[in-house]
C-alpha cells in the first residue's frame, strides 16, 4: 500500500503531509496531522455532523471523505470560520443564547451556519437556517437555545 | 496518576488510519477507469463514488476491497434538459440537483426523495449514481427512480448500454453491471407530477419503514408506483397501478389502488416496524401520494378560474 506524501490547502494555507495512507479520512488529517482539534470525531457514519468543515465552500462530512478526494479544492475548518467576521459572529451568538453545553457539536453547528449566512448578501428567514441545520445533532440543548442562537446570529450579520 | 498521564498522551498520539487500508486508484478518463476495472482481479475493486455508503460499509467489514476506484476526475458532473427530458451526471452531487428550481417544478417526486436523503452535508457528496449501483434497500432514492421509469446509461468495454432502472437493480448491493462497468448518467424522460412520501420512526437520521413513489408519466400506461424499505430492494407495483384508468382517478380508484399496493407489497418485521403496521401504513400513504400527485398535475384550461 502506497503512502504518498498529500498536499491539502486548509484555512488558506498550502499544507503538506508526509505518508499519508490512501484510506485515510480528512477528519484524520486535520485533527491527528494538521493538529486542528476543532473538528470532532463523532458518529464516523454520517449522521451526527460533528465532524462538519467547508469543502469548496460547502458544508460536508468530513468523517466520510477521503482525504486524497480533496484535491484542489480548500478546506475550511472551525479554526477558519472562527478567525473570520461571520464565524465570529455565529460563535458569539451561539455564546449569548446559551446553545453550547457541553460544546462537542458546536463546531459542527458554527461551520454549517455560517456558510449558509455566508452564502449570500441577504440570509434566508431563520426556518430555512435552521432547516440547513437538520444533519447537526446535538443532546444537550434540546435546541431550542441553538434556534435562538441562529436568530441572534441572523440578526447580527444583517 | 501517572497511568492517566500515560493514557492521555497515548490518545493524543492515536495513529491515523490504521482501521483500514486500501490502495486508492484515480483514474483520468472514463476509458481508462474501464480498463482498470477490467484489469482487476474479481471482487478486488470497488468503485468510489460519493463514499456516503461505500466508506460506511468499509469502515464497518461488510466490505474489504484492496482496491478502491474513484470516480472524482470523470467528466460526469452536469445536468442538463434535453426537451423535456432531464440528463444527470451519475457523479453529479445530490445537493446541486436539489438547489436547481426546475428540477423542483419538473420533477417534484424526484427533489422530494432527494431532500429525504441524509443532511444537506451529505448530500454534498452523495450521489444518483452511488444509490443506483449500491443499490440500498434503504435508499429513499430508488422507488422514485423507478416511477418516473429513470433510464441508466452504463459504460463498459463493448461500449454503452442503456436500460430501465428497474432492470438495473437486483437487491443490496448488487446490480446487473458487469464488473468493468460503470453507471455514466441518469435520464430522466419526461417531466412529471411525482410524489415521495415516507414513514420513520424519527424525521432525521433514520431509515424509512415504509416509502412510497407515485408519477403520471406522459406514455402509457401514464401511472406508477412504486415501493421502498421492502427487501431485497425497492420494486414498482404495476397490480396495483393497473387499477388507476385515467390521469385523475376517482377516489374509489385511488382506494382500490391503495388496497391493492398494500396486499401485493412483500414486507418483512425488523426493529423499525411490523410487516403488518408496514401494510396498514402502505395503504394510506399510497392513497396520500396518489392525491398529491393529482393535484400537482396543470390544471386544464377549461377549469382555470377567470382573471380579473
Known amino acids: 500500500m502506497t503512502d504518498a506524501a498529500l498536499a491539502l490547502h486548509i484555512n488558506g494555507q498550502s499544507r503538506r503531509f508526509a505518508s499519508v495512507p490512501d484510506a485515510e479520512r480528512l477528519l484524520d488529517t486535520l485533527r491527528w496531522r494538521a493538529g486542528l482539534k476543532g473538528t470532532k470525531e463523532g458518529c464516523r457514519t454520517g449522521d451526527c455532523g460533528a465532524c ?79 432547516d440547513g441545520l437538520e444533519g447537526n445533532l446535538c443532546r444537550c440543548t434540546g435546541y431550542r437555545a441553538i434556534e435562538r442562537a441562529v436568530a441572534l446570529a441572523r440578526k447580527a450579520v444583517q | 496518576m501517572s497511568s492517566l498521564v500515560a493514557h492521555r498522551k497515548a490518545i493524543n498520539r492515536r495513529p491515523v488510519g490504521v482501521r483500514v487500508s486500501f490502495q486508492l486508484v484515480q483514474p483520468a478518463t472514463p476509458e481508462e477507469a474501464v480498463r482498470l476495472l477490467a484489469g482487476a482481479s474479481a471482487g478486488q475493486m470497488s468503485v468510489l463514488g460519493g463514499g456516503t455508503d461505500l466508506l460506511i460499509d468499509i469502515d464497518q467489514a461488510r466490505a474489504s476491497p484492496r482496491q478502491v476506484l474513484s470516480l472524482r476526475k470523470m467528466p460526469w458532473r452536469y445536468l442538463r434538459w434535453e426537451g ?16 436547481d428550481r426546475r428540477v423542483q417544478q419538473q420533477l417534484p417526486g424526484l427533489w422530494e426523495a432527494i431532500r429525504d436523503v441524509g443532511s444537506p452535508a451529505l448530500r454534498a457528496r452523495a450521489t444518483l449514481g452511488g444509490n443506483v449501483g ?24 463493448s461500449g454503452v448500454r442503456e436500460h430501465p432502472v428497474d432492470l438495473v437493480l437486483q437487491e443490496s448491493r448488487k446490480t446487473n453491471l458487469g464488473p468493468a462497468e460503470l453507471i455514466e448518467s441518469l435520464i430522466f424522460p419526461s417531466a412529471a407530477p411525482s410524489t415521495y412520501m415516507w414513514q420513520r420512526v424519527q424525521p432525521v437520521n433514520d431509515i424509512s419503514q415504509v416509502g412510497v413513489a407515485t408519477a403520471y408519466l406522459p406514455d402509457a400506461p401514464h401511472w406508477r408506483i412504486a415501493l421502498g424499505g421492502l427487501q431485497p ?19 374509489l380508484e385511488q382506494e382500490l389502488a391503495a388496497q391493492e399496493a398494500a ?46
Do not use: N
Open chain 2, 134 to 157: 449500491r443499490c440500498s434497500p434503504a435508499s429513499d432514492l430508488l422507488p422514485m427512480l423507478i416511477a418516473l421509469d429513470a433510464r441508466v446509461r452504463i459504460l463498459g468495454p
Open chain 2, 84 to 99: 423535456s427530458s432531464l440528463v444527470v451526471g451519475s457523479t453529479l452531487p445530490l445537493r446541486t440537483l436539489e438547489l
Open chain 1, 52 to 130: 462538519t468543515v467547508l469543502v469548496g465552500g460547502e458544508p460536508t462530512l468530513s468523517c466520510l471523505l477521503l482525504s486524497r478526494e480533496v484535491g484542489d479544492e480548500p478546506v475550511t475548518t472551525i479554526e477558519g470560520v472562527a478567525a473570520v467576521p461571520i464565524g465570529q459572529a455565529v460563535i458569539k451568538a451561539f455564546a449569548e443564547a446559551g446553545a453550547v453545553q457541553c460544546g462537542y457539536c458546536t463546531p459542527g453547528f458554527v461551520v454549517a451556519l455560517a456558510a449558509q449566512l455566508g452564502r449570500s448578501k441577504s440570509p434566508p428567514d431563520v426556518e430555512s437556517l435552521v
Open chain 2, 263 to 308: 396486499r401485493r407489497a412483500e414486507f418483512v418485521s425488523d426493529k423499525r416496524a411490523t410487516e403488518s403496521y408496514r401494510r396498514r401504513l402502505v395503504a394510506v400513504m399510497v392513497r396520500r401520494a396518489l392525491q398529491t400527485t393529482i393535484d400537482r398535475m396543470p390544471r386544464p384550461a377549461a377549469a382555470r378560474k377567470p382573471s380579473r
Open chain 2, 233 to 251: 430492494r425497492a420494486r414498482r407495483l404495476s397490480e396495483a397501478e393497473a387499477v388507476l384508468r385515467s390521469a385523475r382517478p376517482t377516489h
